[in-house]
């Protein structure tokens, strides 16, 4: 009875706000379903707060003892007061920091390389023993089925037609393949064909290194521009950032955060400036803050775009004018996972603007790592840069043995 009264005063109630008495009853019963649902939904909210907040230090969960957080703990230090200790003691007391060795750290980087390949690796040399396996001759069939492995991998047509060529003439006289020979003649002749420029940097006889960097929006230019940033400054050196990508939004904005990761001051205009100023400002910059290196952003641009790529050799023009010589390497940042489309890109660019050099992201996100043969076969160009991780350190300088090493590896 007591819930039937209750009831019926809600009723009356919405009644008296405006409810048609006719629909006052069920209007009661939704309103209680309601608060009902609302009252549940409170109940489980505080519930799993006091779950996320539990086990609080020193209580055990599933057999497992929490870790406290560092703002959890760090009130409790703050208030500990520490002996005073006298620093020529702790200086004396305090072991040698242990030194890695350098061979470790080569090994770790050599792993990194050869994981940012994995895929290409499974996509090219798996296949290629997988076909030895079914193939044990050098028949017609075999070299249409490698044809189709190796430019699946975007070897390209002219590098898979040289390689397939070469690895007939060298196994011409051979009735059983040996996957193992196969693959270290192709390693071989793959290896031919790479163009190694080397780790080291020009070097200009005065004032900074001047690296400017172009290519189309959305390959990771300036992400690129600053993982090399922050490599320059680990070394020591001086560095500056032209921000003459002033097309995009707030592409200033994100070369200056790399800016702050790296030490780097940043040469910037308003958004819509001519990138020419930019670049004049920041070579004038670079020159009396005695700089070691500058790396000038510019903006993504599609390579069918005339009168963009004019712009570009417009900044060259103004580069050279302040530094003669300058930019002394033109960095054109292709993405790998865009394949042949990659290649188009480099032609046009370097008849645009005097490429030097290719940085080539993304390579440990496709299984077309053969891009990489394609760019030095085709187009002479060195690849100096290639990206296989997100870490500063996954921006590798390129090195033709280390490339072959990690893709041909044995797993």
Same mark, same amino acid.
């Given at each position: 009875m007591e819930l039937e009264a209750w009831l019926n005063k809600i009723a009356d109630f919405l009644v008296s706000v405006g409810v048609p008495a006719e629909h006052g009853p069920m209007a009661a019963l939704a309103l209680i379903y309601l608060a009902l649902t609302l009252l549940s939904l409170l109940v489980v909210i505080a519930l799993l707060r006091r779950k996320l907040r539990s086990p609080v230090v020193g209580e055990e969960a599933d057999g497992q003892v929490e870790t406290p957080a560092p703002e959890e703990v760090a009130p409790a230090i703050e208030e500990?007061?520490?002996?005073?200790?006298d620093e020529a003691t702790a200086a004396h007391e305090a072991p040698p920091a242990k030194q890695e060795p350098a061979v470790?750290?080569?090994?770790?980087?050599f792993q990194r390389m050869r994981a940012g390949l994995d895929k290409t690796r499974a996509s090219l040399v798996g296949r290629v023993d997988a076909l030895l396996n079914t193939h044990p001759r050098l028949d017609e069939e075999?070299?249409?089925e490698l044809e189709e492995i190796l430019i699946t991998a975007d070897f390209g047509m002219q590098a898979t037609q040289e390689l397939v060529r070469a690895l007939t003439q060298r196994l011409k006289d051979v009735d059983q393949q040996d996957p193992g020979q196969l693959r270290e003649i192709l390693a071989e002749e793959v290896r031919a064909r790479l163009k190694d420029v080397g780790p080291d940097w020009p070097t200009p006889e005065s004032g900074p290194l001047v690296?400017?960097?172009v290519g189309v929006n959305g390959v990771g230019k300036t992400t690129t521009i600053g993982k090399l940033a922050k490599q320059f400054a680990d070394q020591g050196k001086k560095v500056l950032l032209g921000a003459g990508d002033t097309?995009?939004?707030?592409?200033?904005?994100?070369?200056? $955060?790399?800016?702050a990761r790296s030490g780097s001051d940043v040469i910037r205009h308003k958004e819509g400036s001519d990138p020419g100023a930019v670049a004049f400002d920041a070579v004038k910059a670079a020159v009396a803050r005695k700089a070691d290196v500058l790396i000038l952003d510019t903006a993504g641009r599609l390579? @069918?775009? $005339?009168?963009?790529?004019?712009?570009?050799?417009?900044?060259?023009?103004?580069v050279d004018r302040e530094v003669p010589g300058a930019p002394h390497e033109t960095l054109l940042v292709l993405d790998a996972t865009t394949g042949q489309n990659a290649l188009i890109q480099a032609k046009m660019f370097r008849e645009a603007v005097e490429v030097s050099g290719i940085a080539l992201t *993304?390579?440990?996100? @496709?299984? *077309?790592?053969?891009?990489?043969?394609?760019?030095?076969?085709q187009l002479d160009l060195p690849v100096r840069l290639i990206g296989v991780g997100e870490g500063v350190a996954d921006l590798r300088p390129f090195s033709a043995d280390e490339f072959v090493a990690a893709l041909f590896a044995n797993k």
């Open positions: 500990t007061e520490l002996p005073a200790v470790e750290a080569q090994v770790n980087l075999f070299l249409e690296i400017m960097v097309f995009r939004a707030a592409a200033a904005e994100q070369l200056e $955060v790399w800016g390579h @069918t775009k $005339v009168n963009l790529m004019e712009e570009l050799k417009k900044i060259r023009r103004v *993304k390579l440990d996100g @496709t299984a *077309k790592g053969g891009i990489v043969v394609a760019i030095s076969s």
